[in-house]
């Protein structure tokens, strides 16, 4: 089967850089995306890693290893609206998509 | 462009009584469809996923169960639910041919089971 670790809570001051590790376990590996989803509200996707590197999407970015089996996101610049949940989520064969239990980050001026 | 519709946003039930969600996409074609649901402050459990019509697979057997009687209709049901079952249920799709892994959520409806 499959699992992803994610750290439970972060804090990080408005303007900073904060990293969000994901550690993972799974068979049949394609890729490994992020999402980030607010109070009450459903997940907005916000980058893929199907290869190793860094993927920058503006002021996030995000790594995979596949060697390692870890990947991470990167939040520059924090805002106040980036205080949310992130999740990480391993694409597998078979179409299955398997989330990580999710990153409660606090963004404090 | 591709839209998803998930209805109801929010129900009431009984235990024991039954339960349908229901899930359309608009703007694709042959999408791969899932059913999550998360628990207050939790992460998002995988139900179910389909990558075609009449193709179910099966995380948490359970006492729920999904159908796909269209290509871009995704239901789950239950006959009997229990307490356990209250969350947040989000249906999802992703091109089957993607190479971004982008899921695509519908609004989400939240249940309350008494």
């Known amino acids: 089967g499959q699992s992803l670790e994610q750290p439970s809570e972060v804090t990080a001051v408005e303007g900073a850089i904060v990293q969000i590790n994901c550690t993972y376990q799974?068979?049949?590996?394609?890729?490994l995306s992020w999402y980030q989803q607010h109070d009450g509200g459903a997940p907005t996707f916000l980058s893929y890693?199907?290869?190793?590197g860094l993927e920058e999407t503006g002021r996030f970015s995000s790594f995979l290893s596949r060697s390692d089996s870890y990947g991470y996101l990167l939040l520059q610049e924090l805002q106040m609206k980036d205080s949310a949940s992130y999740f990480c989520?391993?694409?597998?064969?078979?179409?299955?998509?398997?989330f990580g239990t999710g990153t409660k980050l606090q963004v404090i001026p | 462009s591709q839209t998803i519709h998930q209805w109801p946003a929010t129900l009431v039930q009984p235990v024991g009584s039954p339960l349908s969600l229901e899930c359309t996409v608009e703007?694709?074609?042959?999408?791969?469809l899932y059913w999550y649901r998360q628990a207050a402050g939790r992460g998002l459990q995988l139900l179910f996923y389909?990558?075609?019509?009449?193709?179910i697979s099966s995380e948490v057997p359970q006492n729920l169960s999904a159908s796909r009687p269209q290509d871009r209709q995704f239901i789950l049901s239950s006959k009997k639910l229990l307490l356990s079952d209250s969350g947040f249920y989000l249906c999802?799709?992703?091109?089957?041919?993607?190479?971004?892994?982008?899921?695509?959520f519908g609004e989400g409806s939240r249940l309350t089971v008494l």
């Open positions: 999802a799709w992703l091109r089957g041919e993607s190479n971004t892994g982008e899921l695509f």
């Open positions: 799974t068979s049949g590996f394609y890729g």
């Open positions: 890693n199907g290869l190793d």
């Open positions: 989520a391993v694409r597998a064969g078979g179409g299955k998509v398997t």
């Open positions: 703007g694709t074609s042959n999408p791969n």
């Open positions: 389909s990558v075609g019509i009449g193709q």
